[in-house]
């Protein structure tokens, strides 16, 4: 299978600093990165779709100048927290569909634990 | 618009009963189902899915799920559960129109405790 790592696994910052997580596809390019934010005890929220050479796709609700991503090559994707608070504290999950064999799967990144202070 | 349901917050199981987790969907068209398992503080693996063909899917770590469109389920099951499969298990849907990536619709996970 497909291997998606992200960077860091966890981090803790002060209230109103930026924080950078990144997402890369080890072993396939894709094109599509997909990042999720998950509470504790609940599902998968789908935030954007990273689109490589081209702007992000958001989910209605979610700040794309709060969220600030870019997919600067065809295997990295970063998701900036700008501004952090303690409410954005949270799992951040990216995916990248691979799409050797017909549907494409999402392979997951470990996930980012962020801890905002 | 699409979406899957997971009925059961939590899933007890003796180590080796047979386990099921429930799942029901809502697409238009024909479904593309997926399973996956989540441990604690890590990101999702895939576990198996559902294209077309078999109603039976074999999947990884001795998983399978079963189709039915009848009932617009997708059961993962296990005949044999071992403590090591206990984890957060997520069931997931996604449209089988060509052209373009489709957007993947996950329920709310059950979370699946197997008792030594």
């Known amino acids: 299978g497909a291997v998606v790592s992200q960077h860091p696994s966890w981090v803790i910052c002060k209230s109103g600093t930026s924080v950078k997580i990144e997402c890369r596809s080890l072993?396939?390019?894709?094109?599509?990165m997909f990042w999720y934010r998950q509470f504790p005890k609940q599902s998968l929220m789908l935030m954007a779709t990273?689109?490589?050479?081209?702007?992000?796709?958001?989910e209605q609700g979610v700040e794309k100048d709060k969220f600030l991503i870019n997919h600067a090559s065809l295997t990295l994707s970063t998701l900036t927290v700008t501004s952090a608070h303690p409410e954005d504290s949270s799992f951040y999950i990216c995916?990248?569909?691979?799409?050797?064999?017909?549907?494409?799967?999402?392979?997951f990144g470990p996930g980012t634990r962020l801890l905002v202070l | 618009a699409q979406s899957v349901a997971q009925p059961e917050d939590q899933v007890n199981v003796a180590e080796g009963n047979p386990l099921t987790v429930k799942c029901t969907y809502s697409?238009?068209?024909?479904?593309?189902l997926f399973w996956y398992v989540q441990y604690p503080n890590r990101g999702l693996q895939f576990l198996l899915k559902?294209?077309?063909?078999?109603?039976l899917v074999k999947g990884s770590y001795g998983f399978e799920a079963e189709f039915n469109k009848s009932q617009t389920s997708f059961h993962l099951k296990k005949p044999s559960a071992l403590v090591s499969d206990s984890a957060l298990y997520f069931c997931?849907?996604?449209?089988?129109?060509?052209?373009?990536?489709?957007?993947?619709?996950f329920g709310t996970g059950t979370k699946l405790q197997v008792i030594p």
């Open positions: 995916s990248a569909p691979w799409t050797s064999g017909s549907p494409e799967t999402q392979y």
């Open positions: 072993d396939f390019q894709a094109t599509t």
């Open positions: 990273s689109n490589e050479g081209s702007k992000a796709t958001y």
């Open positions: 697409v238009s068209g024909n479904p593309y």
């Open positions: 559902y294209i077309t063909g078999d109603n």
């Open positions: 997931a849907v996604r449209p089988s129109f060509s052209g373009g990536y489709q957007k993947v619709t």
